[in-house]
Every structure is written in structure tokens, then in C-alpha cells.
């Protein structure tokens, strides 16, 4: 599975992809407001930092908006995905842009069946948001069940991009559940490698190990984050 974060700040894109773990960008105009910097300026720095998918939203509601501001971003770069809104608007230029080789994400999916709608006219991504869903009181994972057997009957090439991640347990949802990538926010991609076991067992063996007084197997150097370990 892959592994997208969803944000607009290119620092914190630029940690993700130094620790090696993500594959992808998702962008939307929210996340472009509370960027704190030009989203112009954002997007060209994430474009040329993640060789990856970057999914970058139309602001149009209709139909030859969304295409006219389809075409000006596909070119931005090879790696760009477009977000198209899932409307009837939506859906007409989904079909011209898949004439065109340009990929479409159809984004604020909340149903099976706009899924289909959406996999039946060939998009790249859908998006289904889960964590809105979750919200207002339903069961969000139960689309993304949902949506998985639909497009396994119809063999639907459509790639399932869970979004609207909350916690890191949407993230084991996503995996179990057979989704092709999940869109992350920063904050929820940092706790996936966070376990208290971990951090009090490698304490543990580092206690262990100093008060034995023995030496090590080779050299290393004490660090700020390994204050026990001994030249
Ligand atoms: C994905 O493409 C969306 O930008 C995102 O996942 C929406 O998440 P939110 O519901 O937390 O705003």
C-alpha cells in the first residue's frame, strides 16, 4: 500500500520524504489556507521535492472551468494527478480529461456508488473520505468495504485512495481493507512508528548493556538520543 500525506507545507513534506516513507502528496484548498505561505510557491517547491503522485485541486464548479484549470495544472509536471470534484460538472469533465491522458483524482467521494460512477469513467483515484463520514455519525470504513468488492467484481482499475485519515487506525483499516494508498495529515504519519514498548525496551537494553561494564561488539559514538551508549 501506498502512502500518501495530505498537506500543503513543504516542510512537512520534506521530513516525510527524508524518512523514505511516503509516496505521494494530496493537496486541497483548506490545507492550502493554513499553509502560512503563497500556495503557488507551496506547491511548485512539493512538486520538485516528491517524484510521486501530487494530486492538486480545480476550484472550478463547472465543467469547462475544471477543464480549462485541469490542463494548466496536468502540465505543471509529469507527477501531477488532478482533483476533480464528484459532481455531475465532475463527472462530464472526467471524461474529456481521460480522453486527454490526464489523470484525475474525483475527490469528496462519500458513497459506493459514486465510486462506481467515477470507476466506470475511468478515473485514476478515488477518494473516498472516511474521516467525514466517521464525523456524522456513520461508519466510514464500511464505503471503503464496500467500494473494495465493487471494483474486484468488475476487475475497475480505479486506484482506492482512503482520505480524510484521522488516526493511525484508519491507516490499519486502510491496509486491511485492500486500499491502493492512504492520504495522511503530518501529525498522523509520525505517530505509525511510535510505540511505548518500543522506546521502554530500547531504554532497557541500553540500561542493561551499561551496567554489565562490558564492551561493545564495535565502536559507536554516544548521541543525543543515545546518552547511554559508550565510546
Ligand atoms: C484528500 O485528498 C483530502 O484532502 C483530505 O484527506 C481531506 O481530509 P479532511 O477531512 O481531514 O479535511
Request: negative net charge; proline residues 5%.
Amino acid at each position: 500500500m501506498q502512502l500518501f500525506i495530505d498537506s500543503a507545507i513543504p516542510e512537512e513534506v520534506q521530513k516525510m520524504v527524508d524518512l523514505g516513507i511516503i509516496d505521494g502528496v494530496t493537496t486541497n484548498p483548506t490545507l492550502a489556507a493554513k499553509a502560512g505561505i503563497p500556495y503557488k510557491e507551496a506547491v511548485t517547491k512539493i512538486l520538485k521535492m516528491v517524484p510521486g503522485d501530487v494530486s492538486l485541486e480545480v476550484l472550478s464548479t463547472d465543467k469547462d472551468g475544471m477543464l480549462n484549470e485541469a490542463r494548466q495544472l496536468a502540465a505543471m509536471g509529469k507527477n501531477v494527478v488532478v482533483k476533480l470534484p464528484t459532481t455531475e460538472e465532475g463527472l462530464k469533465a472526467l471524461k474529456i480529461l481521460k480522453g486527454e491522458e490526464v489523470r484525475i483524482n474525483m475527490t469528496l467521494v462519500f458513497s459506493a456508488n459514486q465510486a462506481l460512477l467515477v470507476a466506470k469513467l475511468g478515473a485514476y483515484f478515488v477518494s473516498p473520505f472516511v474521516g467525514r463520514l466517521d464525523d456524522i455519525g456513520h461508519t466510514g470504513t464500511e464505503v471503503i468495504e464496500e467500494i473494495r468488492q465493487i471494483y474486484n467484481n468488475y476487475a475497475f482499475e480505479t486506484k482506492i485512495l482512503f482520505a480524510s485519515v484521522r488516526s493511525p487506525l484508519h491507516v490499519k483499516d486502510a491496509a486491511l481493507m485492500g486500499c491502493d494508498i492512504a492520504t495522511c495529515p503530518y501529525e498522523v504519519l509520525e505517530k505509525l512508528v511510535k510505540h511505548p514498548l518500543t522506546d521502554v525496551g530500547l531504554s532497557k537494553f541500553l540500561d542493561d548493556f551499561a551496567k554489565s561494564g562490558q564492551e561493545s561488539l564495535v565502536n559507536y559514538a554516544p548521541t543525543s538520543q543515545n546518552p547511554k551508549s559508550k565510546p
